[in-house]
């Protein structure tokens, strides 16, 4: 069983409702359409029902929930939910309608917020940023968490690697160059994330292009520095670094370039030094070894809210939905 045959088995198992905001979209309407078939999750999609219906022609839709914000029976308790988060940063009341009425998103993580959905899955024509804003401003970082990140899972076809071809790759969506703490922090909710979802014991490498000060350079010494950090605040995670990234993942590499170490060449969470690398690293991997990559999912917020890349499929999304709802199985 691959990782999202699992993932989906375990979604199955207690059925979470997960919003998808942007319903004109015809790979949400069939991602809707199949996720109800296969019964991975409830899913309420936000928008006019007629719009959506004349969308939707040629698709069973049975199930789904369609929600028109404007005529929501909710609506006036999410106004004065949404005014009360943001009033100190200039809300009206006012303002807190027209935004929920008109714009998808912001309506999607509140129906999270106020506990009618149990997640959110957005991005495929919409921006990171613009994802990610409303899901701070309404349902900011979880407590137990010190930053919100991305990662993507890879699942690698006929590989000896990670846990058997599965990897976490992190930060490769949101924070553009973490520093050294903000690493340690990121490597922290990744193995979380790597043992709550691929059910396997983490074990954590901090990427460089150096490997255990082969190199010298301030880029070096800022991963260096977030290994020392995460083993002072994190003792028990197993994670260690710097490595280059066959140093990480290759036992004979590893050993080779760092003998005796018990992480060097059996990393399945690898966490990047900035964006570029974890998002040029993704994708090659992706493209080039023909994995397949759910993300960039979300961790640290206090409730699942995931993003899609804007060139996924019907089936891309419906892989993200199932993780999502695993995530809000998690949380609860």
């Known amino acids: 069983m691959g990782f999202i045959d699992g993932i989906k088995t375990r979604a199955k198992n207690d059925i979470k409702t997960i919003v998808l905001p942007e319903s004109y979209d015809m790979r949400v309407i069939e991602a809707a359409s199949k996720i109800e078939k296969e019964g991975v999750a409830k899913v309420i ?9 004349k969308s939707a022609a040629g698709y ?36 807190a309608r027209r935004i929920l009425t008109s714009n998808f998103l912001f309506f999607g993580v509140m129906m999270v917020k106020m506990g009618y959905a149990d ?43 990670g846990a058997d071809g599965v990897f976490i790759f992190s930060d490769a969506g ?17 193995a979380k994330t790597f043992e709550a979802l691929i059910g396997k014991k983490p074990i954590t490498a901090m990427l460089s292009h150096s490997t255990m000060g082969s190199a010298s350079h301030p880029d070096v010494d800022k991963v260096q520095n977030a290994v020392e950090f995460a083993h002072k605040e994190y003792p028990e995670l197993l994670v260690d670094g710097e490595f280059q990234l066959d140093a990480a993942i290759v036992p004979e590499v590893g050993q080779q370039k760092a003998p005796g170490n018990e992480i060097a060449g059996h990393a399945n969470v690898l966490i990047f030094p900035d964006l570029d690398a974890g998002n040029i690293g993704y994708k090659l991997v992706q493209r080039l070894a023909k ?25 891309d999304i ?15």
């Open 291 to 315: 994995a397949e990559a759910y993300g960039p999912i979300t961790q640290g917020l206090a409730g699942p809210v995931n993003d899609l890349s804007r060139g996924c499929s019907a089936d």
């Open 318 to 332: 419906v892989g993200v939905v199932a993780i999502t709802a695993v995530q809000a199985q998690m949380a609860k």
């Open 60 to 95: 069973d839709l049975t199930g789904v929930e369609i929600v028109n914000p404007e005529t929501f029976a909710g609506l006036d308790d999410f106004i004065v939910h949404f005014y009360e988060l943001r009033k100190r940063k200039g809300m009206t009341l006012n303002d």
């Open 119 to 161: 997640g959110m899955v957005g991005g495929c024509t919409t921006p990171t940023a613009n994802l990610l804003r409303p899901s701070l401003q309404i349902l900011k970082t979880a407590p137990d968490s010190k930053l919100v990140s991305a990662f993507f899972v890879l699942d690698v076809p006929n590989c000896e690697y």
């Open 45 to 53: 999609l936000i928008g006019d029902p007629e719009d959506i219906a």
């Open 174 to 190: 949101l924070n553009q160059n973490p520093n050294s703490e903000e690493l340690a922090h990121i490597a922290y909710d990744s």
